[in-house]
């Protein structure tokens, strides 16, 4: 039946902090279970894209961070959402990042699920606190610092799971 069978159709904006060493080790992890799902057809990870390939540390024209990169990451990552089915999010419950909050608005707005995977140091979820804006936001909560479940979560049709796992303000 075309209408249950996985299809790799979806395409997927992986929304994700790069600040640090771990942050930036999550990303290979999560495109490693994501390519396995077979619901999926393209991933977009903007970081793969950066306007004339300027890095933080691999800054060949010295433009990382001017008023142009920055307006063109901007533009590049909005369109990137725009043309993108479903978002998920790498959310660090410990070093929360507004450019992801900014997404998430991206997303609703444009009536897009959210798939977000959070990330904790600690093991006692009720220890955080989440954003009502951004805890109400998310279409489907995943199971905390757990790629896995990336791997087999049928993004062609994403049930909601709005429970989140931890305390929403």
Not at 87 to 108: P, R, S
């Amino acid at each position: 039946m075309k209408n249950i069978d996985a299809q790799p159709i979806t395409k997927i904006y992986l929304a994700t902090s790069f600040f640090n060493d771990e942050q930036k080790a999550r990303v290979d992890k999560a495109l490693a279970a994501l390519e396995k799902n077979p619901t999926i057809g393209v991933i977009h990870q903007p970081f793969d894209f950066q306007y004339k390939n300027a890095l933080i540390d691999n800054d060949p024209e010295g433009i990382f961070g001017t008023l142009e990169w920055q307006v063109a990451t901007y533009n590049n990552d909005i369109n990137a959402v725009g043309n993108s089915d479903v978002c998920v999010a790498l959310y660090d419950m410990d070093q929360e990042d507004v450019g992801i909050a900014f997404e998430f608005g991206m997303f609703t707005a444009l009536g897009k699920p959210i798939v977000c995977i959070p990330f904790t140091q600690k093991d006692d979820l009720s220890e955080y606190e989440m954003n009502l804006m951004l805890g109400r936001g998310v279409t489907t909560w995943l199971t905390p610092n757990d790629f896995d479940q990336l791997s087999t979560f049928n993004f062609n049709h994403p049930m909601a799971q709005p429970v989140c796992p931890f305390p929403v303000i």
